[in-house]
Nanobody
């Protein structure tokens, strides 16, 4: 079993930057893929970005060129968010899995983009 803990959310002005981090503990050597989802008020959950143990990345079209996902080691994943927009406001969730995302989830961290 894998436990995930996110950090780094907060309030930022439009155009600003935030960096989210997610640390895994437990059975970490079974993790193949890690990533970030978000859920905005009144909207469905959407995949923001993912990264495999081999370094392959995938991004939602809405964040390409602005967000960068990185994996420092087998148990840590980060999401660097630049040029933030009000529509990026959401609760961001870290997820991990041995094959696909969704096996393990963090508790979520709030990101609010507002002037």
């Amino acid at each position: 079993q894998v436990q995930l803990v996110e950090s780094g959310g907060g309030l930022v002005q439009p155009g600003g930057s935030l960096r989210l981090s997610c640390a895994a503990s437990g059975s970490i050597f079974g993790i193949y893929i890690m990533g970030w989802y978000r859920r905005a008020p009144g909207k469905e959950r959407e995949l923001v970005a993912s990264i495999t143990s081999g370094g392959s990345t995938n991004y939602a079209d809405s964040v390409k060129g602005r967000f960068t996902i990185s994996r420092d080691n087998v148990k840590t994943v980060a999401l660097q968010m630049n040029s933030l927009k009000p529509e990026d406001t959401a609760v961001y969730y870290c997820s991990a899995g041995p094959v696909v995302l969704g096996r393990s989830w963090g508790q979520g961290t709030q990101v609010t983009v507002s002037s």
